[in-house]
């Protein structure tokens, strides 16, 4: 059984800790200077954690309870999402397995244009996603993301 304490200490650690590499890995591609291991670094760090985000924020509930979602916090979350972010999440479900989580033959070879990653609409769009999720988080869990005040100050 799903504890609020175990829906509390997703939400403010392993969450956030989803959505901060995304966009450590984001901000080090931004700055990557052309080098091609810290690019090829940054996108298989992204798609890992854009995959995770998608089962998160897509999938429905979780029939063992082993992973969590975010139809956990939010009824029918995923309807809350808009359409325009289905090609990312079509291309994550398509190609992240084969191309990135998997060694395997399907894996794209050289550097055809259909092997890039369009990696900057990516972020934008787990970053709306993520903003409508908090948007529609009932105040009990906002309170929860919220940065905790130093008693020193």
Not at 49 to 60: A, I, K, Q, V
Not at 69 to 81: E, G, L, P
Not at 90 to 112: C, F, W
Not at 114 to 130: G, L, Q
Request: net charge positive; hydrophobic share 35%; glycine share 2%.
């Amino acid at each position: 059984m799903i504890t609020e304490k175990m829906k509390n200490e997703l939400l403010c650690e392993h969450l956030m800790y989803e959505i901060e590499m995304l966009n450590f890995s984001y901000h080090l591609w931004c700055n990557s200077q052309g080098r091609q291991s810290v690019i090829n670094l940054c996108i298989d760090n992204m798609l890992l954690h854009s995959r995770n985000l998608m089962e998160f924020f897509y999938y429905s509930r979780n029939k063992k309870q082993q992973y969590a979602r975010a139809v956990d916090y939010i009824n029918n979350f995923a309807n809350k999402i808009p359409a325009k972010y289905n090609k990312i999440k079509k291309d994550i479900q398509r190609r992240a397995n084969p191309e990135v989580m998997h060694l395997g033959y399907k894996r794209i070879s050289g550097t055809p244009p259909e092997k890039a990653w369009d990696i900057v609409s990516n972020y934008e769009a787990w970053k709306e996603i993520f903003e409508i999720f908090i948007f529609n988080l009932s105040d009990k869990y906002k309170k929860i993301l919220q940065p905790k005040n130093d008693e020193n100050e």
